[in-house]
């Protein structure tokens, strides 16, 4: 079985530009979900996507954006990049939608001068 | 603001013994609640995880207790090992699909 991956491991961007992170759920998960964890802090929830759709939203802004593939896999597209944006961010994937445990990968490390 | 919250953001536990991590959540209609372990430079971990319509759980090495009343959760970590150092998130699943985590407690194991 294989767990969640995600690439790239490591990424450093300019305001302004704009980032695609990718993400492989875990085999037979169908759900991904994505975070933001600042420095010191905990993961903070991006958005969920099912079935190629998004299936809820946290407190973050339009720039950030997904996608879905009919082989489960997703992307987070974040736009216009600040500073703040500088963030690990993970993704986990799950049986389903509903009280479903959340397996995480590793995470992208993104870096914004 | 977040609404879960670990009581002390830093343990220390001798080799041996026993850790016990401490978690407040707010929203008493949270019925589904998860640990996580996260290591240097990983994403986190599941350890274990905990419905409410229980008030404890063992897993290997590890014991969730539940307190719906006071709104707590704790894990309890026998024979604290090195490999254990870490820092523990508790998580609250809210509105069934999406983790809400608290700030952390970084364990650190004394030799």
């Known amino acids: 079985e294989t767990g969640v991956t995600q690439s790239p491991t490591h990424l450093i961007k300019t305001r302004g530009q704009q980032v695609t992170l990718r993400c492989s759920s875990q085999?037979?998960?169908?759900?991904v979900s994505w975070y933001q964890q600042a420095l010191g802090q905990g993961p903070q929830f991006i958005f969920q996507?099912?079935?190629?759709?998004?299936?809820g939203r946290g407190n973050f802004p339009p720039r950030f954006s997904g996608l879905q593939f009919p082989n489960y896999s997703s992307e987070l597209n974040v736009n216009a990049l600040e500073l703040d944006d500088s963030a690990l961010y993970l993704c986990?994937?799950?049986?389903?939608?509903?009280?479903?445990?959340?397996?995480f990968g590793p995470g992208t490390r993104l870096l914004v001068l | 603001g977040e609404s879960v919250g670990l009581h002390l953001p830093t343990l220390s536990v001798q080799e041996g013994d026993n850790s016990i991590i401490n978690c407040a959540y707010s929203?008493?209609?949270?019925?589904?609640f998860i640990w996580y372990k996260q290591e240097s430079g990983k994403g986190p971990q599941f350890i274990i995880d905990?419905?409410?319509?229980?008030d404890k759980r063992q897993g290997q090495r590890v014991t969730v207790l539940l307190n719906k009343t006071v709104k707590h959760l704790s894990l309890q970590i026998a024979a604290t090992q090195p490999g254990d150092s870490a820092v523990y998130f508790c998580?609250?699943?809210?509105?069934?699909?999406?983790?809400?985590f608290g700030a952390g407690t970084t364990v650190t194991v004394r030799a």
């Open positions: 929203n008493s209609a949270s019925d589904y």
């Open positions: 986990a994937s799950s049986l389903g939608t509903t009280q479903e445990t959340q397996y």
């Open positions: 085999s037979g998960h169908n759900t």
């Open positions: 998580a609250e699943n809210v509105d069934d699909y999406k983790l809400s």
């Open positions: 996507y099912y079935r190629e759709e998004e299936n």
């Open positions: 905990i419905r409410s319509n229980m």
